[in-house]
């Protein structure tokens, strides 16, 4: 079973990606959605992360019922707190828009940044969010028009936007000054080609197929294998865990039908509600009973 022997302080390694099996797969993806309509395109993607990127918060259940004495936790004290902490979260986001899309980016940033290795241990939090902040960058500087269109959908103001492209275009030049010196070849590497990514792409589609097939793809790599030994059964916590997702984005999709949008655009926007909904309670989970190095009994 697997037990938490202290807080989460990075999943970092033995993250890296040593083939170019995911790299080909993300680029014959990004290839193929330039060659599709765009209505079609933006499906896939969405289809995309909800049935592989959403997916590595499924585990959260598993996760807080092994830590919490080793024993099994009751559903409705489980799906409770973690359903009202995706509707606080997705409150204040109406409420706040631009505060809360800033937290987001800043959580994510935090959480994204947990995956890579870094030399500089000192420091190693901080510099590991950079990178995480400079992975959400990327469209920024590539793609002003959309990125500001995207934000737009999602409540910020014309007049706050430009602090958001003075910052994204600070942080990728940071985290370029310090790549060679502080981040491991394979981290290296990735960085450079998550940045030729973000330019041959649409922000929406060169951020969901990083989130799919590359941060959802090493959080179910690094459990896969305790799964596989506790021989826990998962049918329960991810039976929960899918139907409060799916009752969170058909709330969402109700409550932004009633915006002036287009079908593609609420579709772009309630898939990032639901992402900044399904963070604080996933990144707490991870923060208080993740493990680096998970022991097994």
């Given at each position: 079973?697997?037990?938490?022997?202290?807080?989460?302080?990075?999943?970092?390694?033995?993250?890296?990606?040593?083939?170019?099996?995911?790299?080909?797969?993300i680029s014959s993806l990004a290839i193929a959605l330039q060659l599709l309509p765009s209505d079609l395109?933006?499906?896939?993607?969405?289809?995309?992360?909800?049935?592989?990127?959403?997916?590595?918060g499924l585990l959260d259940p598993w996760i807080f019922d092994q830590n919490i004495h080793q024993r099994k936790t009751r559903f409705i004290r489980?799906?409770?707190?973690?359903?009202?902490l995706c509707m606080l979260a997705f409150g204040l986001w109406l409420a706040l828009p631009t505060l809360s899309?800033?937290?987001?980016?800043?959580?994510?940033?935090?959480?994204?940044?947990?995956?890579?290795?870094?030399?500089?241990e000192?420091?190693?939090?901080?510099?590991?969010?950079?990178?995480?902040?400079?992975?959400?960058?990327f469209p920024f500087v590539?793609?002003?028009?959309e990125s500001v269109a995207i934000l737009a959908q999602l409540g910020v103001s014309a007049s706050e936007t430009s602090a958001f492209i003075i910052a994204t275009g600070l942080v990728s030049l940071a985290a370029f000054i310090n790549l060679f010196t502080v981040f491991t070849r394979p981290f290296r590497l990735e960085w450079l080609f998550l940045l030729t990514l973000s330019y041959a792409?649409?922000?929406?589609?060169?951020?969901?197929?990083?989130?799919?097939?590359?941060?959802?793809h090493r959080h179910i790599r690094h459990y896969a294998k305790y799964l596989a030994a506790a021989r826990s059964d998962?049918?329960?916590?991810?039976?929960?865990?899918?139907?409060?997702?799916?009752?969170?984005?058909?709330?969402?999709?109700?409550?932004?039908?009633?915006?002036a949008l287009t079908v593609s655009s609420q579709l772009t926007a309630s898939l990032f509600y639901l992402l900044a909904a399904l963070t604080l309670p996933h990144m707490l989970i991870m923060y208080l009973y993740g493990d680096d190095k998970p022991a097994l009994e």
């Open positions: 079973m697997l037990i938490a022997n202290k807080k989460v302080q990075t999943n970092a390694q033995g993250n890296a990606i040593n083939t170019c099996g995911p790299y080909l797969l395109s933006l499906y896939i993607l969405v289809g995309l992360v909800i049935v592989y990127g959403l997916p590595h489980f799906s409770s707190l973690y359903l009202l899309l800033c937290l987001f980016l800043a959580l994510s940033s935090w959480h994204f940044g947990e995956d890579v290795e870094t030399n500089k000192p420091y190693a939090h901080y510099l590991r969010a950079l990178y995480g902040a400079s992975i959400i960058a590539w793609h002003t028009q792409c649409h922000p929406f589609a060169y951020f969901a197929l990083y989130f799919c097939c590359l941060h959802s998962l049918k329960a916590p991810l039976g929960r865990l899918f139907v409060l997702t799916l009752l969170l984005l058909c709330a969402i999709l109700f409550i932004t039908y009633e915006q």
